[in-house]
């Protein structure tokens, strides 16, 4: 067996390459426990189960927010779109609407945390998806709770953290 270590740098340049090894693609994920619920899984735990047959081990916040998608399915609350529609700009975003969502955000944008020095995060996630949650926070903005999210997670250090980011539209994305 191999055991290999990376240096933060060194893995940030890999999840750049591999964004998938950080997260998998949140239309994917939803996709499948769309497809989990469709078949029947009444229980949370056969949605991560067919999560962690497609993708391997994932994050608990990923987990969660797959478990919240899979009971607003079991509900009836209708996504836009659905199979076969057109994909717009609206689908670049990541769909962000509840507290873990946001939880997963912060997760996502920093899974190795924030620096102490500083608060920018120890390894920043691949640009693509980093654009992708920051498009999706803009309705955070808007939710009437806003000040309980931001105490309650680091969203606001996190972001902050990405207003130097290297790719432009990740920096204006991070200060919008």
Aim: hydrophobic share 45%; aromatic share 4%.
């Amino acid at each position: 067996k191999w055991l290999v270590g990376f240096d933060a740098a060194a893995l940030e340049q890999f999840l750049s390459a591999h964004p998938s090894a950080l997260e998998p693609p949140s239309g994917q994920v939803r996709a499948l426990v769309e497809e989990a619920v469709s078949r029947g899984a009444a229980a949370d735990d056969a949605v991560a189960e067919a999560l962690l047959a497609r993708f391997g081990p994932l994050r608990r916040a990923t987990l969660d927010r797959a478990r919240r998608i899979a009971a607003q399915l079991r509900r009836g609350t209708k996504r836009k779109g659905g199979p076969g529609a057109q994909a717009s700009s609206e689908d670049q975003k990541a769909r962000i609407e509840t507290l873990e969502d946001v939880a997963w955000a912060a997760a996502t944008l920093a899974p190795f945390g924030l620096k102490v020095d500083g608060g920018e995060p120890v390894v920043r996630a691949p640009s693509g998806v980093a654009l992708s949650i920051l498009l999706g926070l803009e309705a955070v903005a808007g939710m009437p709770d806003l000040v309980a999210l931001l105490r309650d997670t680091s969203i606001g250090k996190v972001v902050a953290g990405y207003r130097r980011h290297p790719s432009a539209d990740v920096a204006k994305a991070a200060k919008d």
